[in-house]
């Protein structure tokens, strides 16, 4: 007999080569959901990331364009000499019915209509990017201690602080939830008394 192999040998070894072919298989399906998740990470850290730069950089020309302002309506056409001549906390807002912007502004209204820093209390806007869509931005003042500015003040003083959330879809969310996590600017506006 020449032949070398028999048939239950041929299917044997026909059964080993399946068997090496589906690990093989079964190892390169593995191989390709793991890259593909990695490359779907990569992609959400990417987006993430190019999120919190401009809301980074949106905030940061809000927080310009409010420090451009007086510091205080009372001290835009006269000079103030005691903290109590600035508007009380709880008159911050808009100050006469000519700078009232309705809903969530999206034209800027609030560069020629507000004239000092108070006016941007609660103030909110939408500036829209045409990669990740809407950014919402929401400005707060408030007075703070002179000697110690991250306390808040009960009373007018020289110092107010300017704080400014800016959110997206596409920022980074809290670990297991939906819930986006604000990117947030801060500065403090000085009234400088020269007198």
């Known amino acids: 007999?020449?032949?070398?192999?028999?048939?239950?040998?041929?299917?044997?070894?026909?059964?080993?080569?399946?068997?090496?072919?589906?690990?093989?298989?079964?190892?390169?399906?593995?191989?390709?959901?793991?890259?593909?998740?990695?490359?779907?990470?990569?992609?959400?850290?990417?987006?993430e990331m190019e999120a919190t730069l401009n809301a980074a950089s949106i905030g940061q020309s809000m927080l310009d364009e409010i420090l451009s302002k007086s510091f205080d309506e009372n001290a835009t056409q006269e000079k103030i000499y005691q903290a109590t001549e600035a508007t009380p906390e709880?008159?911050?807002?808009?100050?006469?019915?000519?700078?009232?912007?309705?809903?969530?502004?999206?034209?800027?209204?609030?560069?020629?209509?507000?004239?000092?820093?108070?006016?941007?209390?609660?103030?909110?806007?939408?500036?829209?990017?045409?990669?990740?869509?809407?950014?919402?931005?929401?400005?707060?003042?408030?007075?703070?201690e002179e000697t110690t500015p991250d306390r808040s003040s009960a009373t007018q003083t020289f110092y107010k602080v300017i704080t400014v959330a800016v959110m997206n879809q596409s920022l980074p969310k809290q670990v297991n939830t939906d819930q986006v996590i604000p990117v947030i600017l801060r500065d403090i506006s000085i009234y400088r008394r020269y007198f």
């Open 1 to 47: 007999n020449d032949t070398f192999w028999t048939a239950s040998e041929e299917t044997a070894m026909n059964t080993g080569q399946t068997m090496l072919v589906l690990g093989a298989f079964t190892m390169l399906s593995i191989f390709a959901l793991n890259t593909n998740r990695m490359m779907v990470g990569s992609v959400e850290f990417g987006l």
């Open 90 to 144: 709880n008159l911050f807002g808009t100050d006469a019915s000519d700078e009232v912007i309705t809903g969530i502004d999206s034209l800027y209204q609030s560069k020629s209509k507000y004239d000092d820093v108070d006016d941007y209390h609660l103030y909110r806007r939408v500036v829209r990017d045409s990669r990740l869509g809407l950014f919402y931005v929401i400005d707060s003042v408030k007075y703070v």
